[in-house]
């Protein structure tokens, strides 16, 4: 694995540059973060039109394959999209930039399309219908935050895009409640909110298009980012395989985390004595996100990426410590059900966003290697939901008893504990990683 040197260059664009594209090269950096950050805001945001309408709904009484419906979709659908974090391990890695936003297009026409297969299938045929939805939807993160890794205001980008899964996936919730309270069935309530957001989703992505390539001061604060093959993916891992085990091992139970507390949110709320209150799903997530949003955000003003790296291990350790520290005072009767479930989501995406931003992006500049974002990404989130089904079939097969409150209170402790454990374990080898390089 070679060191970037102070020749290297950003690829050129593969196609003469829009007039939108020539002045956003111009622009100054705050005028291009703020309409950066807008379009992969807005084009990740209308994804979760296409990934998560169906969990609003309860399926009650229905069962198949000796679960109930819904967690036997929530299987199916998290098989697929698990598969498809492998797939990306090599698709997104390697995807050249001329065609990303087809490839965008593509995903969200074949999940779309599988929607309206589960509105019209059977319940067996569903479970084929949400493997087949969550598939492509898989790739779709890799392919938007290749549009804006690598410049010197990544850690602002990152933190807007990471706030678009934190508000959409309650404002989805949101929409699907409000079509099941005006009578569509919870058979057609995905596919008809995955409508709504299509013609918003098709003009964001041609607004990423329009993204400059990084440009030089871009390469020399935070290393060019090229495609990566299959040699150069095994010699990064290998060469800094200790540190990423422990933040993987992390990711796996922080996703799972999120996953459980995504898909069955409703039944969480409902359980706490918020049943019939749509709104609940997205004024709960709004403070999270503005403030992971902020908090994040500021990393941008820390310019040395070495120091980065540490706080932003820091901000992972006190995500996990708020996780638990919620919890216990949630048990000990000191905090609401809503205070609760706002504390632990503020927890849990301090926790988790960095891996989806600036964790991977400041850690390539810190060590002065060349790679890409992406690639990291996705090696993580391959593991880590072939976790949540781990967790979620442990749930159904050994604690079928425990309600999903409490099942979900346990899993807290644990990821508070597990995850605390591996971010000091990773910032104590990055650290000697970065010291033994002379950095």
């Known amino acids: 694995m070679s060191r970037v040197s102070d020749s290297a260059r950003s690829q050129p664009p593969s196609r003469p540059p829009s007039r939108l594209t020539a002045w956003l090269a111009r622009a100054p950096v705050p005028v291009f973060t703020l309409y950066a950050v807008t379009m992969a805001f807005t084009t990740y945001f209308c994804m979760y039109g296409y990934r998560r309408p169906f969990a609003v709904a309860q399926y009650e009484g229905l069962h198949l394959l000796g679960f109930d419906l819904k967690t036997a979709l929530v299987i199916s659908q998290l098989c697929g999209y698990a598969l498809s974090k492998f797939l990306g391990i090599k698709v997104n890695s390697e995807m050249p930039a001329r065609r990303r936003a087809f490839a965008l297009i593509l995903f969200i026409t074949w999940a779309q399309a599988a929607l309206v297969l589960f509105a019209i299938l059977p319940p067996a045929g569903q479970l084929v219908a949400l493997f087949l939805n969550g598939l492509p939807l898989g790739m779709v993160w890799g392919a938007v935050f290749s549009f804006i890794e690598g410049r010197r205001s990544s850690d602002l980008l990152g933190a807007g895009l990471n706030c678009s899964y934190i508000v959409a996936s309650g404002a989805v919730k949101s929409v699907g409640s409000l079509m099941l309270a005006r009578g569509v069935s919870e058979a057609w309530m995905p596919a008809l909110t995955g ?91 709004l403070p999270i996100a503005l403030t992971v949003m902020v908090i994040l955000g500021l990393l941008y003003l820390v310019k040395d990426s070495r120091v980065a790296l540490m706080v932003t291990h820091l901000l992972m350790v006190t995500g996990g410590a708020l996780i638990g520290g919620a919890t216990l005072l949630f048990d000990a009767g000191a905090l609401s059900g809503m205070t609760w479930m706002v504390l632990v989501g503020l927890g849990l995406y301090l926790a988790y966003v960095p891996y989806n931003c600036v964790l991977y992006d400041r850690m390539i500049a810190a060590l002065g290697l060349v790679a890409t974002a992406v690639f990291l990404i996705y090696v993580s989130d391959a593991f880590a939901y072939g976790g949540s089904l781990g967790v979620l079939l442990y749930k159904e097969l050994g604690q079928a008893d425990l309600s999903m409150l409490d099942f979900f209170r346990g899993l807290s402790y644990a990821a508070s504990v597990l995850c605390m454990l591996c971010f000091a374990v990773s910032a104590v080898y990055f650290r000697r990683r970065m010291r033994s390089a002379g950095l």
């Open 195 to 285: 409508l709504v957001f299509l013609p918003l989703f098709l003009a964001a992505v041609w607004g990423l298009q329009q993204l400059p390539p990084p440009s030089e001061a871009d390469v020399r604060a935070r290393v060019s980012r090229v495609p990566m093959d299959a040699r150069a993916r095994r010699a990064f891992v290998a060469r800094n395989f200790a540190g990423l085990f422990a933040l993987v091992f992390a990711y796996v139970f922080l996703t799972a985390y999120r996953d459980l507390r995504d898909n069955f949110a409703a039944e969480l709320w409902i359980a706490l004595g918020y049943s019939g209150a749509p709104s609940v799903f997205t004024v709960s997530e």
